[in-house]
C-alpha cells in the first residue's frame, strides 16, 4: 500500500507544528529548528509570513519570557 505524498505547505504545517512543540518543550530557537529540520532563518520567514505563525510563536516565546521573569525576581 501506498502513502499519500505530502505537499510543501503540508509539510510545513507539521514542521511548524515541530518547532512550536520543541519550543514550549524549553528549547532554544536553534534547537527547535533543528528538531524539525529546518535552518533558522526559516522559522523568522514562517514567523513573518503569517499573523497566525507571528502569534502563536511570540506567545510561547513571551510565555517562556514570564517564566524566567518570575524566577528571578
Known amino acids: ?5 505530502r505537499g510543501p505547505k503540508e509539510e ?3 514542521k511548524i507544528e515541530k518547532v512550536l512543540k520543541s ?3 524549553g ?9 524539525a529540520d ?3 532563518n526559516v522559522f523568522y ?3 513573518e509570513s503569517s499573523e ?5 510563536f511570540e506567545s510561547i516565546i513571551e510565555s517562556r519570557t514570564l517564566v524566567v521573569e518570575d524566577a528571578l525576581f
Do not use: Q, T
Request: net charge positive.
Open 12 to 14: 510545513n504545517k507539521i
Open 38 to 40: 529546518i535552518n533558522r
Open 45 to 47: 520567514d514562517w514567523k
Open 52 to 56: 497566525e505563525n507571528r502569534r502563536r
Open 1 to 5: 500500500m501506498f502513502r499519500k505524498k
Open 23 to 25: 519550543l514550549e518543550a
Open 27 to 35: 528549547s532554544s530557537i536553534l534547537k527547535a529548528c533543528e528538531a
